[in-house]
């Protein structure tokens, strides 16, 4: 079953709020987090999104963005997304990975990442889901 998206709204919600810091979205998510690098949080196993993992980055002192990595054929479809997130637009690219972008959410822009071709017929899964802060938020 493909992973559900419903976070995603929470997740922009929470870097657009203001206060918040790495450790209190890495709460959120649930799983073990560690720190990866300055102003960079990698929290494993989160209960909260379904991916395999979850990279939470800092900018001018507060979460800047949250990308959640699935395991292959665990993300969700491009359709499911669709249904979600607003409509894929895809960045034209001749190889993988190929991205996209959906509709802003709560002050934040979301793309996505995929390595299934378009028009090859089969389900597109996404890999990667990414919940950007907008600058001006």
Do not use: H, K
């Not at 990975?97 to 509709?103: A, K, L, R, V």
């Amino acid at each position: 079953m493909a992973a559900a998206l419903d976070w995603v709204e929470e997740a922009a919600r929470r870097l657009t709020a203001g206060g918040a810091t790495l450790d209190d979205i890495a709460a959120w998510l649930g799983g073990a987090s560690r720190p990866e690098a300055p102003r960079r949080l990698l929290v494993e196993g989160p209960e909260r999104t379904g991916a395999a993992n979850v990279i939470v980055v800092e900018e001018d002192g507060r979460p800047a963005s949250l990308s959640a990595w699935y395991a292959p054929g665990e993300g969700p479809s491009v359709e499911d997304a669709e249904r979600v997130l607003g409509a894929w637009r895809e960045f034209p690219r001749p190889t993988p990975p190929f991205q996209g972008g959906f509709s802003p959410v709560e002050g934040c822009e979301v793309s996505g990442t995929t390595y299934d071709p378009p028009n090859s017929g089969s389900t597109r899964r996404l890999v990667e889901i990414v919940v950007l802060r907008s600058p001006f938020a």
